[in-house]
C-alpha cells in the first residue's frame, strides 16, 4: 500500500513563499490522481490543488489561483506545491492525497494520504 510523506511547511511572512513536498514510497503519481488539501482551524478540508495522472490536467481552487503551483517529479515519486505571495489565511495544515480515480476536489474521493504538514503565515 502507498504511503504517503509531506514536508516543506514552516513558518512564514505574509507575502512569502513555501514549496510543500509529497514524497511517495513506491511509483503513484505518473499513475495517480495526486490532491492538495488544506484544514485550517474550525474548518472542514478544503480543495486546494490536483494533478491528473498525465500531468496534463491540474485544478486549483479560486483561493489560490494564480499563487500555487503544483507539479510532480516521477523519477522522485514526489509532487510539489509551489506557494508564493502567501497569506495570512493560507494559514492551516496542508494534507497531500492519491487515489487511481480521475481529478476530483471532494476529500472523500481520496483514498491515500500523508500526515499533514503545518504551513503559518504571519503579518
Known amino acids: 500500500q502507498v504511503q504517503l510523506v509531506e514536508s516543506g511547511g514552516g513558518l512564514v511572512q505574509a507575502g512569502g513563499s513555501l514549496r510543500l513536498s509529497c514524497a511517495a514510497s513506491e511509483r503513484t503519481f505518473s499513475i495517480w490522481t495526486t490532491g492538495w488539501f488544506r484544514q485550517a482551524p474550525g474548518k472542514g478540508r478544503e480543495f486546494v490543488a490536483a494533478?491528473?495522472?498525465?500531468?496534463?490536467?491540474?485544478g486549483y481552487a479560486d483561493s489560490v489561483k494564480g499563487r500555487f503551483t503544483i507539479f510532480r517529479d516521477d523519477d522522485k515519486n514526489t509532487v510539489y506545491l509551489q506557494m508564493n505571495s502567501l497569506k495570512t489565511e493560507d494559514t492551516a495544515v496542508y494534507y497531500c492525497?492519491?487515489?487511481?480515480?480521475?481529478?476530483?476536489?471532494?476529500?472523500?474521493?481520496?483514498?491515500?494520504w500523508g500526515q499533514g504538514t503545518q504551513v503559518t503565515v504571519s503579518s
Open positions: 494533478i491528473s495522472w498525465s500531468g496534463g490536467t491540474t
Open positions: 492525497a492519491a487515489d487511481r480515480g480521475g481529478l476530483g476536489v471532494d476529500a472523500v474521493q481520496y483514498g491515500y
